[in-house]
């Protein structure tokens, strides 16, 4: 693709990337090839970007491998605060963003973690995070609650289409786990401690310090939960179903199998998800985010 800039109107780009390929250029652009050139490409597998004009000559090189024939997005949101801004001339300025019910308040005090507010969601696939362990089959979530405020969905394994094979709800400071309609048990919620969910051909094991409770399923519903590893549309849900109302809550991380899951990375989330940060107490910052 070729682009006239006389003709640009635009000032931002944006796409996804899917390559098996460590190494070339992505995106390149110039307004004289010998002195004010523009590269974005994959060195290594990593992107590197490399910029040549009379103000700056650099490459920065950065982030994760790209090259796993995955789809990636190169323009991952950034969640942050900004104050005291003087941003170049004000006279110039022809357009601002309007405040929005979808803006989080900067005012609010926060730490590192990831924030859910109510009504809000997240989804992984299956097959892009750590995989079961093969003999014996093994899977385990654990999740670091930090904040945890009203009822309503936190996590389930299941489908698009059945979103719910396997859920942890929060209900009055209580851990539920559910099989579809079927079974359910409830374990005392404590902050500050990691919860953990561990499935095995054996049943199911929600884990809290030294608390624990087991839940024995039927075996079509363990034959049909084990088989979400084997087919595309496997996902691990966070937060509420859709048109579904959820709790608020707080994560200090979330881990399967034992290694640390990146909310950048999800293959969907909604907006307002804090994916950095957490309001320091459970009534403030609840209204939304960005």
């Known amino acids: 693709m070729t682009f006239d800039f006389t003709k640009i109107r635009k000032s931002s780009s944006s796409f996804e990337l899917r390559t098996w390929d460590p190494e ?3 995106f390149y652009g110039d307004t004289n090839p010998k002195d004010d050139w523009f590269v974005l490409g994959l060195r290594d597998g990593r992107s590197e970007i490399q910029l040549h004009n009379q103000m700056a000559q650099l490459t920065v090189g950065a982030g994760p491998r790209l090259d796993d024939g995955r789809w990636h997005q190169l323009v991952p949101a950034l969640d942050g605060c900004l ?3 003087n941003w170049l001339d004000p006279q110039a300025q022809t357009s601002g ?6 803006l989080r308040s900067c005012t609010v005090q926060s730490q590192p973690g990831t924030f859910f507010p109510p009504g809000t969601r997240a989804e992984f696939n299956l097959q892009d995070i750590p995989q079961p ?7 385990s979530l654990d999740l670091g609650l930090q904040l945890a405020a009203g009822s309503g969905p936190l996590l389930a394994l299941g489908t698009p289409e059945n979103p719910s094979q396997l859920s942890l709800h929060l209900q009055d400071q209580k851990v539920v786990l559910s099989s579809g309609s079927g079974p359910e048990l409830e374990l005392p919620l404590v902050l500050g401690l990691r919860l953990r969910l561990k499935l095995a051909v054996s049943g199911v094991v929600l884990s809290q310090g030294s608390e624990k409770e087991i839940l024995a399923l039927p075996a079509s519903d363990l034959a049909s939960l084990l088989k979400l590893w084997v087919q595309p549309l496997g996902r691990l849900f966070l937060g509420a179903p859709p048109g579904e109302a959820s709790a608020s809550f707080c994560l200090d991380g979330l881990w399967a199998q034992g290694q640390k899951l990146d909310m950048d990375r999800a293959l969907g989330r909604s907006q307002d998800i ?10 403030n910052g609840t209204d939304t985010a960005h």
């Open 24 to 26: 070339g250029v992505i």
């Open 83 to 85: 104050r005291r801004g």
């Open 97 to 102: 963003s309007a405040p929005t019910s979808s």
């Open 133 to 139: 362990h093969a003999e014996p089959w093994a899977f």
């Open 274 to 283: 804090w994916t950095h940060s957490c309001p320091q107490g459970p009534n």
